[in-house]
Nanobody
Framework: QVQLVESGGGLVQAGGSLRLSCVVS????????MGWYRQAPGKQRELVAD??????YYSESVKGRFTISRDIRKHMVSLQMNSLNPEDTAVYYC????????????????WGQGTQVTVSS
C-alpha cells in the first residue's frame, strides 16, 4: 500500500510565495516520476510540473516562477511557487509513478489528497 501526504498549501497575497511538499510512504521499490497537478474550479486538472531521472517539465504558465525538486531517498517531491497570482488559485495534487516490487513491469500512478492554494489580489 502506498500513501501520499501533501502539505504547504494556504492563502497568500499576489506576489507571494508558497512551498508544497509531498511525502510518499508504503511499499516502494523504485520511483519513476513525481509531479504536481492543479485543478481550479470549473476547469480540468492540468499538469504543472514533473520530474523524472532525466528531465524536468514546467507548464508555460508557471515557467520561471515555480521550481520542482525531489529527494529520492526521502521519497519526497516539493514545489516552490514564487510570484504567485490569482490565476494560480487551485487545488494542487501530487502524483507519483512508482513500482512496489522488483518484478512489476509498469509503474503505478498514485495521487495525493490535494492541498488548496488561494492567491488573493
Amino acid at each position: 500500500q502506498v500513501q501520499l501526504v501533501e502539505s504547504g498549501g494556504g492563502l497568500v497575497q499576489a506576489g507571494g510565495s508558497l512551498r508544497l511538499s509531498c511525502v510518499v510512504s508504503g511499499s516502494i521499490f523504485s520511483i519513476n516520476g513525481m509531479g504536481w497537478y492543479r485543478q481550479a474550479p470549473g476547469k480540468q486538472r492540468e499538469l504543472v510540473a514533473d520530474i523524472t531521472s532525466g528531465s524536468i517539465y514546467y507548464s508555460e504558465s508557471v515557467k520561471g516562477r515555480f521550481t520542482i525538486s525531489r529527494d529520492i531517498r526521502k521519497h519526497m517531491v516539493s514545489l516552490q511557487m514564487n510570484s504567485l497570482n490569482p490565476e494560480d488559485t487551485a487545488v494542487y495534487y501530487c502524483k507519483v509513478d512508482l513500482k512496489s516490487y522488483s518484478g512489476q513491469v509498469r509503474p503505478t500512478a498514485y495521487w495525493g489528497q490535494g492541498t488548496q492554494v488561494t492567491v488573493s489580489s
